[in-house]
């Protein structure tokens, strides 16, 4: 735990850092909300020309009926799971064992809408149709994450997507979609967000993954869903009288990064190349799918820390603020590219990586 | 319904609302964050200074141990009533018919959490002593809310409230306040925020009423309760990655209001003096005891509004936006008073008043 902050100490003064676009600061929403005329009105408890245009382009980009703003994809999924769920009078959804309801919630989906959750897969690896086909038990709604971020960030081939959709539609399985990172899979798959989308009967993107936002998400669906939805979020305490800090800034900083993921994509190709050229260092994926993935050390955290602490202290790069414990006694850390890696200076990248490996392969 | 439009539309020409802190626009976060550095990190899923430090001084503020910030008071008081029953392992809670929880959340309490309501008093008057002591039922948790918001914003005296606090503590049932308006009844009752807060387990406030602030609340009491409301908070979908868009907003317009809460009580009281000199008019309370009140007009909605308009274009001056049918076939609306009232050209106001007295007196 105090080594983890000195990590994160040595990060935070390190004046290049790999992964994101910058500091979180307060800077975020100046920035968004500079150049907006002050008299704007304010959206008002989910009505009003900001937050229903919002909602529109947004239904549309998904290809969806209609669309939600949520201040949490936490609300927004959980809801999702719920009304898929009273439509069928079945309390039981599928998803993978690291899902983010599953892990991060505090078990929400449990104790707030007693939906029990069934676990496919194993959880180094993606739910695959043959997982989906021998589930013995009857549910709801499957759910799955694109791209699975807590193993590196994997995906699917379209084709295994195309199937398991295909299967659940036979069945009157709903498949719904913890997007949190769609935007930053459309180039890799080579297909619009719709067209993904398309696969789903329900959608949950985020703003402040790859879009770089301040906080805030979208459920999408057709219409009945949808107005479901906007119920649910109510009781959930989520229908605000103002959202318009986190959708003016979604909206802002979704026309800026959108179009940049094609870049991060490459970048985070380019980087992993660099990664796995060190000693003791993999990356998962290998070839990266999105603008993400975890770079795995093979030396205990403990060991490794001193080390990067060093690298950091000696090139400016921060390249992880923590370390985890993984599963072969070594350790690892995920890397989500953005706009911070166009202004990382290369040559001094190339000397931290270079570093890490000797000082890697000295340690083992 | 068309009819209410044209109301809202007229009062949104008016160039002088009487009511509020005028429009909510996004001028309001643009202000707000005007003097702030650019450079001041974000919360990060409820730590960090930004958070914490606000979290510490509305504790004090209050009179209690903890507080966390939330962005909606429905979530907040779900979750209040939620480990108050959890405490004392009874699913049952009691609070006034016109209570938030029970026309304004889509049952949340009852649709997440399986929480009873027993309902006390009559829906037009104030919960007493009586009430409570005559219930039937075994309750883990009472809500009082000062003021009482539907009924014109009523109080009951503090003695009352005395007597009620201690008779649920010799009874082990948590007494929580929706204090929603709670900063707006501080000079009426002559005690401290802290003092009022004394004779109550939890406390609940609200930043966007007489504070004026974009969104957000505080769930404040001992320390226990305040980590267990976080652990709900997140499974809510209410810990976000970053609130500080609300909390630097409320924290702002606190510091502003809350010393003027005084001066928007003497408002009330003297608009409400010249409403009710208004022929077919009474406020009530006719004495308000906040910044609040409601306005009751002797004629049905239909016949009211076309005056109203009237008056607002005649004078410019903005008294409502809608009307609702009152039980005695005749209508009101309700006037919190804010920064609005003091910008206001009292000889209009008069002149206007004047207008609705003669118009009404003439329509009976």
């Known amino acids: 735990m105090n080594d983890n902050k000195t990590l994160a100490e040595a990060f935070k003064q390190a004046t290049y850092p790999v992964g994101g676009h910058g500091k979180r600061t ?27 245009d919002f909602q529109t382009r947004m239904a549309e980009h998904l290809g969806k009926e209609a669309a939600v703003f949520f201040p949490s994809g936490t609300m927004a999924q959980q809801i999702a799971m719920r009304i898929w769920c009273d439509a069928r009078g079945l309390k039981r959804v599928a998803y993978h064992p690291l899902c983010h309801l599953e892990i991060h919630e505090e078990d929400g989906l449990k ?8 676990l496919l897969a194993d ?11 021998e589930m013995r038990e009857e549910i709801s709604c499957l759910l799955l994450e694109l791209p699975q971020r807590e193993i590196g960030g994997q995906l699917p081939a379209y084709g295994e997507l195309e199937a398991i959709s295909a299967w659940c539609r036979e069945r009157g399985i709903k498949l719904h979609l913890d997007g949190a990172r769609l935007f930053e899979i459309v180039p890799y798959y080579g297909k619009t967000a719709a067209e993904i989308c398309g696969l789903f ?14 906080a805030g998400a979208i459920l999408a669906g057709d219409e009945p ?30 026309k800026r990064r959108v179009p940049k993921m094609e870049q991060y994509y490459r970048d985070a190709q380019e980087l ?18 999105s603008n993400m993935f975890h770079v795995h050390i093979e030396l205990p955290k403990e060991k490794a820390e001193p080390l990067l602490i060093g690298i950091y202290e000696e090139t400016g790069i921060g390249i992880t603020h923590y370390l985890r414990d993984n599963d072969a006694g070594g350790c690892y850390f995920e890397l989500g590219l953005g706009d911070a890696y166009a202004a990382l200076p290369k040559d001094r990248l190339r000397t931290a990586l270079q570093m890490l490996s000797e000082k890697l392969g000295n340690a083992r």
């Open 26 to 52: 307060v800077r975020m929403i100046k920035e968004a909300f500079a150049e907006l005329d002050g008299s704007v009105p304010s959206d008002q408890y989910g009505k009003g020309e900001l937050i229903e």
């Open 111 to 118: 104790m707030l809408h007693r939906i029990e959750s069934v």
């Open 123 to 133: 959880k180094h690896r993606l739910i695959t149709l043959q997982d989906v086909a």
């Open 201 to 214: 009967d329900s959608v949950y993107v985020s703003f402040y993954k790859g879009v770089g936002g301040i």
């Open 225 to 254: 869903f949808v107005q479901e939805s906007k119920v649910w979020k109510r009781r959930h305490g989520g229908d605000l009288i103002s959202l318009y800090p986190y959708i003016v800034s979604a909206d802002y900083y979704f």
């Open 272 to 289: 992993a190349v660099s990664f796995n050229e060190c000693a003791c260092v993999r990356t998962i994926p290998e070839v990266p799918v």
